[in-house]
């Protein structure tokens, strides 16, 4: 479960942030390369 959200919506969202050089996946594997993009994203702030 991703954030009570579909897989469809979980898939594109973490699409997006690989697009955006926030992160890579590898299977079941998420590695976070901006942090700082993620706290943002999280905070609602797109600064």
């Known amino acids: ?3 009570g959200t ?3 919506t979980a ?3 973490v699409a997006a942030w690989e ?3 926030i992160l890579t996946s590898s ?3 998420l590695t976070i390369h901006d ?3 993620v706290r943002r ?3 609602g702030r797109a600064d």
């Open 1 to 3: 479960e991703f954030a």
């Open 6 to 8: 579909t897989l469809h």
């Open 11 to 13: 898939s594109r969202t």
């Open 19 to 21: 697009k955006a050089g």
């Open 27 to 29: 299977g079941r594997r």
């Open 35 to 37: 942090p700082g993009a």
């Open 41 to 43: 994203l999280a905070e």
